[in-house]
Every structure is written in C-alpha cells, then in structure tokens.
C-alpha cells in the first residue's frame, strides 16, 4: 500500500526523519553521507537567505494591522499578553540555568560542530540582503508608517508580500525540512554524537513539559485572584480548549472553542470576542518557554555564550518576531530564525535542531497558549470592565448634580 508522506503531518515526518538518519548513519558509507552534508549546505544557505525577508514579509504586516487600532483595551491587551509572554521566557530560562548543567554530559559539547566535520561535494553561497537586526528595524518603521499614513497600496502590497513568504514555508522548506533534519542526524550518528544528543534532549523535554503546566497555573491562579472567582474552576472550563489544541496543534483553528470556553467563564461577549483572537496571535507564553529551553539548551551544548542579559536580548527580540508567526506547523520557530541567528549566534545546524524539537512538542505548546488566552480574557474583563463601571458610576454622578 502507497504511503502518502503528506498525510503523515509535519511532526511524524520529522520523527521518522530523526530515526531513520540515527539508524542508517551506522550503516552508510561516507560517500553517502557527503551528499546529504552537501544538500543540508545548500538548503542551509537558502534558508540563511530567507531569514530576514522571513521577518520583513510576516513582522511589517503585523505591525501595519496592530499600529492602526487605537483604544485602551488594545494596549492592555497587547501589553499584558507580551509581558506574560516574557515572563515566560525568563522562566524557562531560569530552571534551565538551574537545572539544565547537572543533566547535560560535557562529552556531548561540540557535537554539532563534529557534525559539520563531514564536507559538502561543493558549497553554494547565497548572502542574505538585510541582516536580521535592519530586517526587523526596518519592519517596524514601515509598519509603523503604513498604519499612521493609511496608505493602502504599500499596504495591500506587503500584505501579498506576507502570502508569498508564506506559500514559499509551506511549499519549499516545511516540505525539505524533514529531509534536511534526516541529513543532521545522519552526519552527527556517522560522528558517533547523535545518541547523546537525544539522550540529552529527552531530558531537556520532560522538564519542559513540567514547566508548561506551571504556566498554565500561575496564569490562573492570578486570574482568580484578580477576578475574585475559583481559579480551579477557571481552568476546568478551559479543558476542551487546551484538548482541541492539542489535537490541531493551531491557536486559530482553536479559536471557535477557546471563546466559547472563556464565555463560559463570565468574560463578556465584547471582550472575549476581542482578546481570544488577537491573543491567539500574540500570546505564545508556551512556545517562548520552549524554544527558550531548547536554545539554551544548545548552547550549553555548543559552548556558546548565554549569560541573562543576552537571553533576556532574545527573548525580548523573539516575542516581537512570532506575533508574526504565519499559521503553518513550525511557523514560530521559523519566525524565530532570526534572533536565533542574529542574537545567539546560532548556525544553520543549531537551528535545525531547535526546529524539529520545537515541532516535536508543537501541540503542547499550542495547547499552553491557548489555555492562557482563557486566563488573559478573565483578567482584561475584570480590569477593563471595572474602569468601564467605575466611568459609568461617575456618569451617573454627574448626571445628578
């Protein structure tokens, strides 16, 4: 029977991608293994290439779309869910700094670089035209200058610009990327690195895990203390939310339920409508926790540099890049190239492996996100909706006089 590699869905893909290059890397010559060195070299400098017109095509837009609305509840709304998402990404890196040392074997250091021991057959260079600092400045100085000066051509042509670096991820290197990371796993069990390597990240993923729960719990414990009602209860209600998640690894494709659920909840219509969706764009606590994680991860492994104040440089810089994140499985750690490699000095190895982890526990994170715009809508409800009473009540007030 024809196996259809497409329906197979990104993640298995990547998983019999992984197994097969840790399987066959025992087995084939180098000869063999050169051509793949060769295709990862190639995929490696178009993807390089791809980085910053990555954050121009989907940033510039985003921020076109968010600059134009105006109004009290947006800034609240923007604000509260990009400081969770920070405080995120501190957590995660903190209990790495923690814990992460004490489970990482020093003899895995370096192993990505004895990967790339193995050469191409022949090298492709193809330089970026922006570096990834004059990609995401000049994002926000268009984006910011179409929202104030409403010009609707350079809108509408950013917006097809967006479609386009869209359609290229999901037709030219979601479909490769399997392919790509097969070709890593391969060089790196043909250097005798690959089985610490996943010894070492299954660790990494089970603390991970862990720490999404604990998200999810002081996000709602928060929430019910600032809205006065039983922050178990809160959670309960957002369970078939965090289950469709699950299952559609997609913060859009969950929004039906996720705002049916936050109803549910006593948010009120106005702003449950509002805050599920744009939270579903820019509230991804969970996904900065893990791609936080597995980067510090990789550079304790690599021996790069990873001391808070550059951490907290890239988680800052990252919060910004996947509110852009397009909505393909892997769209944020695609979005998330550009601090990866710009900030933390990550070569294309590196950041393949950040991608396929990330995609590997893709609907956890998803499912994170979405449990904590629940939490986000009953705290903009409660704060929004009392400086609405308190306005009315003054209302009335003068009214009488």
Same mark, same amino acid.
């Given at each position: ?22 399987? #066959? ?9 050169? #051509? ?64 992460? +040392? ?13 990967? $790339? ?34 010009? &609707? ?24 990327? +399997?392919?790509?990371?097969?070709? @890593? ?33 002081? $996000? ?7 809205? !006065? ?10 369970? +078939? ?6 299952? %559609?690894?997609?913060?859009?494709? %969950?929004? &039906? ?14 702003? /449950? ?7 579903? %764009?820019? *509230? ?24 808070? +104040? ?30 990866? =490699? ?9 950041? /393949?492996? @950040? ?28 704060? *929004? ?7 009315? =009540?003054?209302?009335? !007030?003068?009214?009488?006089?």
């Amino acid at each position: 029977m024809h196996l259809n590699m497409k329906r197979l869905g990104l993640l298995p893909r990547i998983i019999i991608a992984i197994v097969l290059g840790v399987i #066959i890397g025992n087995v084939l010559p180098e000869g063999w293994v050169r #051509i793949f060195v060769t295709f990862n070299y190639v995929f490696s400098q178009f993807l390089g290439f791809l980085i910053p017109l990555i954050i121009v095509g989907l940033v510039t837009p985003a921020v076109a779309d968010i600059g134009k609305a105006a109004g009290r509840l947006l800034l609240l709304t923007v604000g509260l869910a990009y400081a969770n998402t920070i405080v995120a990404g501190l957590l995660g890196y903190a209990t790495g700094s923690m814990l992460f +040392p004490m489970l990482i074997d020093t003899n895995v250091a370096m192993a990505i670089d004895k990967a $790339e021991a193995l050469k191409p057959y022949f090298q492709l260079d193809i330089p970026a035209i922006l570096d990834v600092m004059a990609a995401l400045v000049s994002s926000f100085v268009v984006g910011i200058g179409i929202a104030y000066t409403d010009s &609707p051509t350079l809108k509408k042509g950013f917006a097809e610009f967006r479609t386009i670096i869209e359609k290229t991820i999901q037709t030219a290197i979601i479909p490769l990327l +399997p392919l790509y990371i097969f070709g @890593i796993f391969l060089s790196m069990t043909f250097t005798g690195e690959a089985y610490r390597m996943i010894v070492v990240f299954a660790k990494i993923i089970g603390i991970i895990f862990v720490l999404h729960i604990l998200i999810i719990a002081y $996000e709602y414990l928060i929430a019910g203390s600032i809205s !006065r009602k039983n922050p178990l209860r809160l959670l309960v209600n957002m369970v +078939p939310a965090y289950l469709t998640a699950l299952g %559609t690894s997609s913060s859009a494709a %969950t929004i &039906p339920v996720t705002l049916e659920q936050t109803k549910k909840n006593g948010v009120s219509d106005e702003i /449950a409508s509002f805050c599920v969706p744009l939270c579903a %764009t820019i *509230h991804i606590a969970g996904s900065m926790m893990k791609i936080t994680c597995c980067a510090l991860t990789v550079c304790l492994i690599d021996g790069l540099p990873h001391d808070l +104040p550059l951490f907290l440089h890239f988680i800052m810089l990252l919060g910004v890049c996947m509110v852009a994140a397009p909505g393909v499985p892997g769209g944020a750690a695609m979005a998330a190239l550009g601090p990866l =490699a710009g900030v933390l000095g990550f070569m294309p190895e590196a950041q /393949a492996l @950040i991608i396929a982890l990330y995609i590997a526990m893709d609907s956890f994170g998803t499912a994170c996100n979405v449990t904590g715009d629940g939490a986000l809508a009953v705290i903009i409800d409660k704060l *929004h909706g009392g400086r609405n009473a308190n306005n009315k =009540a003054q209302n009335r !007030r003068r009214g009488g006089l």
